[in-house]
Every structure is written in structure tokens, then in C-alpha cells.
């Protein structure tokens, strides 16, 4: 509603299948070289994202595949089917190590990278991988591939005059939900700061078309298009100082995004968390990445590096998590 459809629709929608096609206890563990763990968490988070593992799983792509040199979804494929169908305990990376700079140019190898940029720049580059066949797309059709399909939702931003009350909408498409969590205890708080209503005044006032002037008004953001799988960054390294905010912030294994949304949705939203990134040290520059993820037998486990353990889901619970994901 109030966004322009797509001209094309790149991925039938309704090949998407959100549930494990095959049940089989957690895959390959992953060797670290020199500083990758960020890479390895990762990796395997994105591994244990059933709409995604299912259709590379499938090899459809590179079935279909005609780009020639770098395609982020052939590497994916590759890596995703060698490590969940490996017969040893643990793997390296080899395929995704070799094409680090090309999924970030400003990757430095040996340097401890920030995990969250890592699945940014990973998940842009299987979108840019989805788009390669495709020329002078409108922007409503970019967002119709399969990756924006699972990760890719739509924020709006609303601005309210409040001298004629005229409301000018904008939408922004997304591929994960950073949150500020400075003020925040719990992942529901943190989303109820996000859409609670901002008074620009001063020097932010907002130029009103309607009233021709320079005016006081509310602004405030809600999640218009929901996405598949909704990946949440709790904000935790100071973007100067790189200095942590090391709190443990509550976040629940079943999230309703109802309350988040544009419209009022009738029915509850319902998201199940599936895989919890972990950063452990004291800021962005110096630590460790690990994750737990729920494998496709329905079991948790904690994946750090090479070690592959099974947890309970209370361990999984009470982590400082950094990155989470769920799915709907």
C-alpha cells in the first residue's frame, strides 16, 4: 500500500519455502585462518537460514547460472552444500576466503572485521549475484530477487505537518534492521524506541509543501513490507571510539512484529529465532565471534570455529548477542 508494484518479478514468490526440506543434525565446523572467525560466524548463520539453504541446497542456481567470473550465489551453493553434506568434522571456507576482497574491497586479510559488515557486504553481494542478468530494472523490481524476497523488507518514514497536519510518506527498502540499544533492555524495547514518533523543530524543521514554509511536525519510522527473515543488529560498538556496550539485552525465541508495522495487521507476525551471533571481548577492534544456530533437526547448537556442540535453547537465550535472526 502507497508504494509503486514491481514491473517484473525476478523469483516466484511462492518457490520460497520457509520450512527445512531435509531433517539432519548440524554440518561442518569451519577453521579459522588467522583472524576469520567473524567470516565463520557468518557463514554459519546464514547456513542454518532454512529459505535460503533450502534453494541452494537445490543447485538450481548454478543450474541457471550464465555469469561468468565472480558470482556470490555459486560460491554460496558450493559452500553450503559442502558443509552440510561434509563427512568430517570441520571445513575451510576455501571458496568464500578467496573471494574476500570481492565481497568487500575494503576487507583487509589478517584483520579482525566487523561481523555485521561481513553479512552486509555477503548479502548485498548474493543480491548483486541475482540482479547480474538483468539490465535497466526499475528499483520496485530489484527488490523482487530471491535474496531481497528472504532478507529484504521496506521501512517507511512518515513526516506530519503539525500546523496542516499534511503527511509526506517515503519508503526504504532494507536487508537487516540495525537497532540503538543505549536505552534499551530488551529487543521489544529497542523496537519501541525505533517507532516512536520524532519532534523536528529548530534546525530540524521540515519544509511543509503544503504550507510553504519552514514548519514544526512528527516523524516516525514502522516497518511497511516485513520481511521473510528478519536479521537484527543490536548496535554495540561506538561508531568513533569502537569502544562496546557490553549489557545484556533480553531477546525472546518467538518475536510478533504486529506492533512495528504501517498498517494494523489483523493477525500477529510471527518470527522464530533461529541463529544468535556472539561477540565476546571489549570493542570492535580486539575479541571473538561465535554463534548458535537451529540446525534442521530442530536442535541448537554452538558453532565456534571448528567445535560444533549441542546446547539447549537457554544457553542460546542469554547470550550478548550481537547479530539475531529470525525467521517468519
Known amino acids: 500500500e502507497g508504494m509503486t508494484p514491481p514491473k517484473r518479478i525476478l523469483f516466484p514468490p511462492e518457490k520460497i519455502c520457509m520450512v527445512w526440506q531435509k531433517s539432519q543434525r548440524a554440518g561442518a565446523g569451519l577453521f579459522s585462518v588467522g583472524n576469520t572467525c567473524f567470516l565463520n560466524a557468518v557463514l554459519q548463520c546464514l547456513t542454518y537460514t532454512p529459505p ?12 541457471a547460472c550464465h555469469q561468468k567470473g565472480f558470482c556470490m550465489m555459486c560460491i554460496m551453493e558450493g559452500y ?24 568487500g574491497e575494503h576487507f583487509q586479510p589478517g584483520r579482525e572485521e566487523d561481523a555485521h559488515d561481513f553479512l552486509c557486504c555477503t548479502v548485498n553481494a548474493m543480491q548483486r549475484a541475482c540482479l547480474s542478468a538483468c539490465s535497466d530494472l526499475d528499483l520496485p523490481s530489484q527488490s523482487t530477487t530471491l535474496v531481497h524476497q528472504i532478507f529484504g523488507g521496506f521501512l517507511r518514514s512518515r513526516v506530519t505537518c503539525l500546523n496542516c497536519k499534511a503527511i509526506s510518506d ?29 519532534h523536528l523543530d529548530g534546525e530540524n524543521c521540515f519544509k511543509c509543501s503544503k504550507c510553504k514554509k519552514n514548519v514544526a511536525a512528527s516523524k516516525r519510522f514502522t516497518v511497511h513490507c516485513a520481511p521473510k527473515v528478519l536479521t537484527v543488529c543490536l548496535k554495540r560498538f561506538d561508531c568513533f571510539t569502537g569502544g562496546k556496550i557490553n549489557k545484556i539485552v533480553e531477546y525472546p525465541e518467538y518475536l510478533d512484529l504486529r506492533p512495528y508495522m504501517s498498517q494494523a495487521e489483523v493477525e500477529a507476525l510471527c518470527y522464530s529465532l533461529y541463529a544468535v551471533l556472539v561477540h565476546s571481548g571489549l570493542s570492535c577492534h580486539g575479541g571473538h565471534y561465535f554463534c548458535y544456530t537451529k540446525a534442521s533437526d530442530g536442535l541448537w547448537y554452538q558453532m565456534d570455529d571448528e567445535s560444533v556442540e549441542l546446547c539447549c535453547l537457554d544457553t542460546a537465550l542469554r547470550q550478548q548477542a550481537y547479530l539475531l535472526f529470525y525467521a517468519r
Open 52 to 63: 535460503l539453504a533450502n534453494y541452494l541446497l537445490s543447485q538450481e542456481h548454478s543450474w
Open 80 to 103: 553450503i552444500n559442502k558443509s552440510l553434506h561434509s563427512p568430517v568434522s570441520a571445513i575451510l571456507p576455501l571458496a568464500v576466503l578467496k573471494v574476500f576482497r570481492r565481497i
Open 170 to 198: 517515503s519508503y526504504e527498502p532494507f536487508l537487516d534492521f540495525p537497532l540503538d540499544i543505549k536505552a534499551a533492555l530488551s529487543l521489544t524495547a529497542a523496537l519501541e524506541d525505533f517507532v516512536t514518533p520524532e
